[in-house]
Every structure is written in C-alpha cells, then in structure tokens.
C-alpha cells in the first residue's frame, strides 16, 4: 500500500516561497509509470491540480501557476517536493500530494492533506 505524507509550514507570508515536501512509502517514484502529483483545494472552491513530477523525473504544471511553481524530486529518500514562490492569499488552500496512474487516468492514492494558510 502506498503512503503520501505531507511536510511544511502551515503559515506563510505574502510574498514568500511555499516549499512543501511529500514522503512516500510502499512504492518507489522512480517505478513506471506513475506521476507524483500536487493538487490544492482552496476554502469553498474544489480542487485545483497544480502539477507533477513523473518516474523518470520530467515535470508539468498548471499554466495558471506554471510562472510559479517548481516540483522536484529527491529519489534516494523517495520524496518530491513543491516550491511555490510570490504566494499571496489566493493561495490559501489544504495542499495535497498524491500519486497518478496515467494509464487509468485517476489518482489512486492521497496524502491526509496540509493546511497552508497566507497571512502577515
């Protein structure tokens, strides 16, 4: 079974960089041909997909947030990571990491979630 987990601050200030990272167990992110995925839900709005890293390391983003955004990969400890600079409070939003089965189309497994919160 597969596990996500995430990590980072749950407060950041305008302006600054989010950096939040996902631990994963139970399977490597270098097995073909998954995708490692974050996705955001901000407060009464549904889910937002912001982008991925994929088993052989390649990345693509939302264009909303692609100016934005960079999701890299630490494969000896089995985690990736999101770096989120500019933030502002539109980015409030639970911060999940979860893992793409691309030839099913779906997410097949999530994080719990991490609360981020921007404010001063």
């Known amino acids: 079974q597969v596990q996500l987990q995430e990590s980072g601050p749950g407060l950041v200030k305008p302006s600054q960089t989010l950096s939040l990272t996902c631990a994963v167990s139970g399977g490597s992110i270098t097995t073909n041909p998954y995708y490692w995925s974050w996705i955001r839900k901000p407060p009464g709005k549904g889910l937002e997909w912001i982008g991925y890293i994929n088993f052989s390391g390649s990345t693509s983003y939302s264009s909303a947030l692609r100016s934005r955004t960079s999701i890299s990969r630490d494969a000896s400890e089995n985690r990736f990571t999101l770096q989120l600079n500019s933030m502002t409070a539109e980015d409030t939003a639970v911060y999940y990491c979860?893992?793409?089965?691309?030839?099913?189309?779906?997410?097949?497994?999530w994080g719990k979630g991490t609360q981020v919160t921007v404010s001063s």
């Open positions: 979860a893992r793409e089965n691309p030839t099913l189309q779906h997410v097949d497994f």
